[in-house]
């Protein structure tokens, strides 16, 4: 496995494994975080290559400045979800047939325990922030039992938080 350290909160630094070639991309935490500039959002980052980006973040305010930035509107569509069960999960999954996952929910990444390998069928990659050592095995395992290879991970080199990371997989 390639190991890494995550530099910054910049896409290009946080997300530099994760390839959405032709992809329909869920990126579920699209909030900038310390990223103010368009082209350094995950969205914008990651969605350079995608077919679709759909983008979800509890945040409104994020929302709005997605929504109101001159982003392709075909391409690019914005939601206001909290991400806080299985369900809210699935219900993105079900409604818009992801082939790549982007995930940093902010330990909400809890809620993709319970998912199957059969809901998680059409994704071919995925990354996930997790942000402790238990969310970290758990999360390792379901990407095994979902068919993936984890190929990299990303730990945090700009702040002293050994217990956070990104895990990087496909299939």
């Known amino acids: 496995m390639q190991e890494f350290k995550i530099l910054s909160e910049k896409s290009e630094h946080h997300w530099p494994f994760l390839n959405t070639e032709g992809s329909v991309l869920l990126d579920i935490g699209c909030g900038r975080h310390d990223t103010p500039n368009l082209p350094d959002t995950s969205p914008v980052f990651l969605g350079r290559l995608a077919e ?21 509107k075909n391409k690019f569509i914005f939601i206001c979800k909290r991400i806080g069960s299985k369900e809210d999960i699935l219900s993105l ?3 818009y047939n992801p082939t790549v996952i982007k995930c940093d929910i902010e330990e909400h990444e809890v809620n993709f325990y319970e998912i199957t390998k059969d809901e998680m069928s059409n994704v071919n990659e995925i990354a996930i922030e997790y942000h402790t050592f238990d969310i970290l095995e758990r999360i390792k395992n379901k990407m095994i039992e979902w068919g993936f290879n984890i190929h990299s991970e990303g730990k945090f080199g700009f702040v002293d938080a050994p217990q956070m990371g990104v895990l990087f997989a496909r299939r």
Do not use: H
């Open 93 to 95: 999954i079900r409604e």
């Open 52 to 72: 679709k980006v759909i983008s979800v973040d509890a945040s409104q305010t994020e929302i709005d400045f997605f929504n109101s930035s001159d982003l392709d």
